[in-house]
Antibody
Framework: QVQLVQSGAEVKKPGASVKVSCKASGYTFTNYYVHWVRQAPGHGLEWLGIINPSGGSTGYAQKFQGRVTMTSDTSTSTVYMELTSLRSEDTAVYYC???????????WGQGSLVTVSS | QSALTQPASVSGSPGQSITISCTGTNSDVGGYDYVSWYQQHPGKVPKLIIYEVFNRPSGVSNRFSGSKSGNTASLIISGLLPEDEADYYCTSYSPRTTPLVLFGGGTKLTVL
């Protein structure tokens, strides 16, 4: 079955960086895009960006341009999302989700809690 | 402020039908048939319940349906059940902007 397994919770200080992984299984890794979405405590869902594991092309939300980098490793069927210059407002659960370029995310990772605190 | 506008909350009694609206522009909702809806229970992962305006993934109850008119998409839930109480989010493809995928602010459904 399709599975996306994310890395564990992280606690970071303001100004630091975090790198979250998302390992895919149960489907052909390069046939689907992977989106990254986050949810701050008590808030709604927010789209960060997308990566096409076939070739590695990416697209980022303007809000995160310059701070976010998404990469993929086809040898391990894993995608990564790195967010730099962390601030307290980046405290959230970060999700990876498999879908099409236009959305339709039918499979989600379990979420990775990133806490930014001094 | 979210790019797509949803009501903050809706409510209904068991057995009733409710509609959740999702309003965008002709650059997103109105321009493409790539509207999705997600259901999220507290502390849980979002679940895709409608894709490409009106399609249901395998395993999703046919009590959930979707439609679109102009710049507004709608999620209709019929025969409300207590387990339908959750947050619902719409999304739309928006290729002329970044973000590429827009989310609505979410709607809290309360089953009275």
């Amino acid at each position: 079955q399709v599975q996306l397994v994310q890395s564990g919770a992280e606690v970071k200080k303001p100004g630091a960086s975090v790198k979250v992984s998302c390992k895919a299984s149960g489907y052909t890794f390069t046939n689907y895009y992977v989106h990254w979405v986050r949810q701050a405590p008590g808030h709604g869902l927010e789209w960060l960006g997308i990566i096409n594991p076939s070739g590695g092309s990416t697209g980022y939300a303007q809000k995160f341009q310059g701070r976010v980098t998404m990469t993929s490793d086809t040898s391990t069927s894993t995608v990564y999302m790195e967010l730099t210059s962390l601030r307290s407002e980046d405290t959230a659960v970060y999700y990876c989700a498999r879908g099409q370029s236009y959305g339709d995310c039918g499979a989600w990772g379990q979420g990775s809690l990133v806490t930014v605190s001094s | 402020q979210s790019a797509l506008t949803q009501p903050a909350s809706v409510s209904g009694s068991p057995g009733q039908s409710i509609t959740i609206s999702c309003t965008g522009t002709n650059s997103d909702v109105g321009g493409y048939d790539y509207v999705s809806w997600y259901q999220q229970h507290p502390g849980k992962v979002p679940k895709l319940i409608i894709y490409e305006v009106f399609n249901r993934p395998s395993g999703v109850s046919n009590r959930f349906s979707g439609s679109k008119s102009g710049n507004t998409a709608s999620l209709i839930i019929s025969g409300l059940l207590p387990e339908d109480e959750a947050d619902y989010y719409c999304t739309s493809y928006s290729p002329r902007t970044t973000p590429l995928v827009l989310f609505g602010g979410g709607t809290k459904l309360t089953v009275l």
